[in-house]
């Protein structure tokens, strides 16, 4: 069984890991956090350190692979974007919760997770690094490109397109055949019946454009901006 690392501690990274055990195809040897401090034990795993320490901890625990846990779309890529600095080689695992029904000829990247009680209908695409949370589900010939996430109880039609970077929040319904934009966020509890732009906010039944949104701008409930104040430079010294 390959030793593996969970990058992001929160309340998230501790779903991820539960998925991961579930699983059962890989051991988790702890935690890169750079907000908590190391040697602190989050479900009886270790902080092992920050992303700047991960060559180190590789060769330590012959760290074969690892995951990214942070439920933000624009964040996941960022820490994405450093650990591929940092580790160019790095390997990047995904992982289904036993509990989700995944159907015939589906096919999801590296990074993706799929959690507990998930539903993916046949000749759908999942991209890289995506997320379907919770009891959500994927229509028949989806298609959710890379770093793009489905919340808790989000049920879409078949025939799906979400873009890049665009997330789905709590219980929102989409019907058949519908194409959303990339880095677009559709509001917890809407119905989208028509297509939607590129980088707006839509809410409502049916969804309408709110307003245009800034790329990387928050949009998960008391979501932390942390990853956008730690320096660049760091990753050239």
């Not at 702890?30 to 180190?56: A, R, V």
């Not at 960022?78 to 015939?104: C, D, L, Q, T």
């Not at 880095?183 to 989208?192: E, I, K, M, P």
Request: net charge positive.
């Amino acid at each position: 069984m390959q030793n593996i690392i969970i990058f992001g501690a929160s309340g998230h990274g501790s779903v991820v890991l539960d998925c991961i055990e579930k699983e059962g195809k890989y051991k988790v040897v702890g935690f890169i956090d750079s907000f908590k401090k190391k040697g602190t034990i989050i479900n009886g795993y270790p902080i092992l350190g920050t992303e700047f320490d991960l060559p180190f901890l590789i060769d330590k625990y012959n760290i074969r692979g690892g995951i990214v846990a942070i439920g933000d779309n624009w964040i996941r890529n960022s820490m994405v974007e450093r650990i591929n600095k940092i580790s160019p080689n790095f390997s990047y695992i995904s992982v289904v919760h036993p509990s989700a029904e995944v159907g015939k000829e589906v096919q999801f990247g590296v990074g993706t997770v799929i959690m507990p009680g998930v539903i993916v209908n046949a000749n759908s695409v999942i991209g890289n690094f995506c997320l379907l949370n919770t009891n959500s589900s994927l229509g028949h010939d989806g298609f959710m490109q890379n770093f793009s996430s489905l919340a808790p109880k989000t049920c879409t039609g078949g025939n799906l397109i979400l873009g890049k970077y665009s997330a789905l929040c709590l219980g929102v319904n989409v019907i058949d055949s519908i194409t959303i934009g990339e880095h677009t966020v559709v509001g917890a509890g809407s119905l989208v019946v028509g297509n939607l732009d590129s980088n707006i906010l839509a809410f409502g039944s049916p969804a309408k454009k709110i307003r245009i949104r800034d790329i990387g701008e928050p949009y998960m409930s008391g979501r932390k901006n942390k990853m956008d104040v730690i320096p660049l430079y760091k990753l050239e010294q």
